[in-house]
């Protein structure tokens, strides 16, 4: 098989790298599309093009491999090439998340196959389980640490003692933190994820801006010795699950008990819990980030190609639910700093309160409706943690 891939960054060598080290993918590069042919480049000139037609009008090439970090630009490359019959494999979350129901019906249209196994968890293929294994149990919940740069950063923090932001400035010499992180601080990432996977455990076709999200950007000192004293760490968490005929997501950081199984998912590492009927608790852990991970994951994309591997959609055909997270009540630590407008009246339940000086929490009952609503929420004084 021949590929033409787009994008030679982190990525993109990571899949050159593993693609030439193993010997059960018969495969090779035929053309790499870049946007910049000034940039110093470990491979001969005769590689690289500007020029997405050299790739996408080439009969020779039979897969289109997308690795560029500009989704909007991803978009249109993926569809131009599924419209000229071209399989192609992607790990753009962001532009998978905001064009699913697109992408689906140009799978239908053309009969060319997308794949995406490195958008979501890098090394640990989750998606394909769903797929294959999982496409007939009652799943009904599919949560974890779905970003290895949050989990790289907190690791560092609890286990390390390190600040915030220099757990943040290791993860960007690491190649862990893009320059700009705000993707991953602020949650958008894992949010992105869930969007995708909620259409391969559920069925539902599901907007970004439907879920709640809210990241690790805000937490501080006082925040992390918080869970010290209660015997914990804390991660960023992603949950979608089933209530009835109901489905919701939410993603936002979680206190996690010293026992609990996240507690030893450490640094870039990542981790997928299924709960289902039948198969009850199943707990994937792998590693989240970094060049060769994701590569893999790419590459698994590609040799399943060599069998014309599809994904079926089989969760969206017998799917008979809508999503609603509204009603859900998060249990929630909410740190803020005197003069916060944050009010009791959003919350049902309050269990605790603390005030101190400039810096006050209160413990107690939320629903997802009331968060999405809350004005408070964007004050940067403010910071939101559950308490599961």
Not at 34 to 40: A, L, M, V
Not at 326 to 333: M, P
Request: net charge negative; charged share 25%; proline share 4%.
């Amino acid at each position: 098989m021949k590929i033409g891939l787009f994008g030679f960054g982190c990525v993109g060598q990571g899949l050159w790298k593993v693609l030439h080290e193993t010997r059960g993918v018969k495969a090779e590069i035929g053309r790499i599309c870049i946007k910049n042919p000034e940039k110093p480049r470990p491979l001969p000139a005769h590689f690289f093009t500007t020029d997405p037609d050299d790739i996408l009008n080439d009969p020779g090439i039979d897969i289109v491999v997308e690795l560029i970090d500009d989704a909007e630009a991803a978009f249109r490359l993926v569809s131009s090439a599924l419209e000229r019959g071209k399989s192609v494999v992607t790990a753009n979350k962001k532009m998978i998340a905001h064009h699913l129901p697109e992408l689906h019906a140009l799978q239908q249209k053309t009969g060319a196959s997308l794949l995406y196994e490195g958008a979501c968890c890098a090394s640990i293929p989750i998606i394909r389980n769903l797929e294959e294994y999982y496409d007939n149990d009652l799943l009904t919940s599919v949560e974890g640490i779905f970003n290895g740069t949050t989990n790289y950063i907190l690791s560092k923090v609890f286990e390390e003692n390190k600040s915030f932001d220099e757990a943040l400035r290791l993860a960007q010499e690491n190649g862990f933190a893009e320059s700009d992180p705000r993707l991953d601080l602020e949650g958008f990432d894992p949010k992105y994820k869930l969007c995708i996977l909620l259409l391969h455990a559920f069925g539902v076709f599901v907007e970004p801006e439907s879920v709640f999200h809210f990241g690790i950007h805000r937490l501080n000192a006082f925040d992390a010795e918080f869970a010290r004293r209660r015997g914990g760490s804390l991660k960023l968490v992603a949950r979608c699950y089933r209530q009835g005929d109901q489905v919701g997501a939410y993603c936002i950081p979680r206190f996690v008990p010293g026992n609990h199984r996240y507690a030893s998912v450490r640094n870039e590492y990542n981790a997928v819990t299924l709960e289902s009927a039948f198969s009850e608790q199943q707990v994937f852990v792998g590693k989240g980030a970094g060049d060769k991970p994701t590569g893999c994951a790419v590459l698994s994309d590609i040799s399943a190609l060599r069998y014309q591997y599809k994904y079926e959609y089989r969760k969206w055909q017998q799917n008979g639910s809508f999503f609603n997270t509204s009603d859900t009540e998060l249990q929630l630590y909410v740190r803020y700093s005197t003069g916060a407008a944050v009010a009791d009246s959003d919350f049902t339940e309050i269990t605790e309160r603390f005030m101190s000086g400039d810096t006050n929490y209160t413990i107690g009952r939320i629903p997802v409706r009331k968060l999405q609503q809350a004005a408070w929420l964007a004050d940067p004084r403010v910071s939101v943690v559950e308490i599961s």
